[in-house]
Nanobody, 128 residues
């Protein structure tokens, strides 16, 4: 069965770090663009960053630049989101998602409609 499972969320103080994992089964992540998205209470879901198939080039939202890093471990079929210098406004449910039409866009995009398969999400709470 196709499955994306996020893990690594939790409670962290402002300025702290977390690493989220997106483990895939039933699909090979290297075949697809993979995005990380988040949805905070009362807000729309927004793209955070994404990684392209094969070449691992990346696209970052302004909010993530300088603080967040996305990476892929093909041997583990897992994509990671390293989050540093966390702020309270980073509090959200974080989702990973796969773009099943990577040839449609040479670069991955931070729009949720471009992604076809989603994980269940993991909660990140940044609070003192």
């Amino acid at each position: 069965q196709l499955q994306l499972v996020e893990s690594g969320g939790g409670l962290v103080q402002p300025g702290g770090s977390l690493r989220l994992s997106c483990a895939a089964s039933g699909l090979t992540l290297d075949y697809y663009h993979i995005g990380w998205f988040r949805q905070a209470p009362g807000k729309e879901r927004e793209g955070v960053l994404c990684i392209n198939r094969r070449d691992d080039s990346t696209n970052y939202a302004d909010s993530a630049k300088g603080r967040f890093t996305i990476s892929r471990d093909n041997a583990k079929n897992t994509v990671y989101l390293q989050m540093n210098s966390l702020k309270p406004e980073d509090t959200a449910i974080y989702y990973c998602a796969a773009d099943f039409s990577p040839l449609l866009h040479p670069m991955c995009v931070l729009m949720n409609i471009s992604y076809h398969f989603w994980g269940q999400g993991t909660q990140v709470t940044v609070s003192s």
